[in-house]
């Protein structure tokens, strides 16, 4: 059973570095074929897909996200982290990490963490 937890301030000032880390039980992040996702969802809106990090360590961001976005790993410790830069209070949301592959040319997400508050205020 794979497990996820995410982990960092739950409170960010505006102009800052949001700095996350998902910490991964159960499965190593460099298995083949799986790759590690942030995920955030804003009060009242949907899920936005930030970006991910793969098995082989190369990573993927939102086009919108890009210019602010970093997701990086450490292997020794089976965590993945995310930052995102210059933040405003619209960057407010609950942060989740997951673990996802790709079926048939379908995203499939088979494991969440519980996500994490964080608010961006000053």
């Known amino acids: 059973q794979v497990q996820l937890q995410e982990s960092g301030p739950g409170l960010v000032k505006p102009s800052q570095t949001l700095s996350l880390t998902c910490t991964v039980s159960g499965g190593s992040i460099t298995t083949n074929y799986y790759y590690w996702s942030w995920i955030r969802q804003p009060p009242g809106k949907g899920l936005e897909w930030i970006g991910y990090i793969a098995y082989s360590g190369s990573t993927y961001y939102s086009p919108s996200l890009k210019s602010r976005t970093s997701i990086s790993r450490d292997t020794s410790k089976n965590q993945f982290a995310l930052q995102l830069s210059s933040v405003t209070p619209e960057d407010t949301a609950v942060y989740y990490c997951?673990?996802?592959?790709?079926?048939?040319?379908?995203?499939?997400?088979?494991?969440w963490g519980q996500g994490t508050q964080v608010t961006v205020s000053s």
């Open positions: 997951a673990r996802n592959r790709f079926v048939g040319g379908y995203v499939e997400y088979d494991y």
